[in-house]
């Protein structure tokens, strides 16, 4: 990858999963119950549809799928909740998620459990740092993560997903262009190394991916021989060299699927799970070990942001109508250019291979 001075990631403050999740209200069955009807009932009376992300909890995403809700990735919510005859989107996972859903749908009202649910890669990235950095390399074609704040998405040419992120590259690659990547320093590293495009990487990390150990994993693969290694392309490169897959949620969901071994070891959020065994059930899944000397847990593999999700901020934002996520227009229209662009790539590339 081309050596290049990019801007010192700033420091943020991380919370702890497991303290946030003590944090939440400890309901009793029959009090969950009365804590989900209520919302049920609330969500039909204000004519709202929940949208939640893998990676928020099981509870968060069972009452997206009782209610006609949807659960999927960042993108794939959106493009939900955009197409949804619902006048209000409640969105659970973190900001940027949020934002997403109001860039492609600025008429519709978005809320958010809490605003307080932030990304580990949109901090590493804010844009007083990125715009000039970007000025500083104006023959460089800016694509940038959907895990970026608005600002961002509006200084960028193209946003993409990790599923979409190597094809579209390779795609620009192809036509003689060099990029400008952000924020995620593995994935622009792993779709280098695959694509062989020249690219300038930001050099921010996921949380939750970049502790996945390889020691451990190694170990933990040597107890199961037979289980296939699922693994997210935000992970460290020598993390992505012990997969049998490596791949976006929905593509690591379908490789679970698909693939005929009974075990899998994951290296991505643990949220995923509950999906998984949806998709194949009957099969088991391994969180991938995240342990260090003097962890007290083998694997740690959820974000603190995601779990500040809960019923009871769910029912809290319902019943106040806080949490509204607004987007400045200017700022909106041109982050709606770099995500359409990626849309009309995605579209362009299905109609390739149902023609061929």
Known sequence: MSTVTAPIIPEFKVPVTAQIEN???????EEKEAVKDEIKKLLKEQDAVLVAHYYVDQELQELAEETGGYVSDSLDMAKFGNEHPAKTLIVAGVRFMGETAKILTPEKRVLMPTL?????????????????FCDAHPDHTVVVYANTSADVKARADYVVT??????????????????????????????????????????????VHDEFKTRSLGELIEKHPNAGVLVHPESPEEIIAMADVVGS???IINAARDMPNKEFIVATDKGIFYKMQQEAPGKVFIPAPTHGDGANCVSCAHCPWMAMNGLHNLLEVLKNGNNEIFVDEEVRVKALRSTQRMLDFATSQSMSKISA
């Open 23 to 29: 944090l939440r209200p400890h309901y009793s069955p």
């Open 116 to 132: 307080e649910a932030e990304c580990s890669l949109d901090l590493s990235c804010p844009i007083e740092d990125f715009a000039p």
């Open 162 to 207: 990790s599923g979409i992120a190597l094809d579209l590259v390779s795609w620009l690659g192809k036509q003689g262009k060099k990029v400008l990547w952000a924020p995620d320093k593995h994935l622009g590293n792993y779709i280098q190394k695959v694509s062989g495009v020249e690219m300038l990487c930001w050099q921010g990390a996921c949380i």
């Open 249 to 251: 949620t929905t593509q």
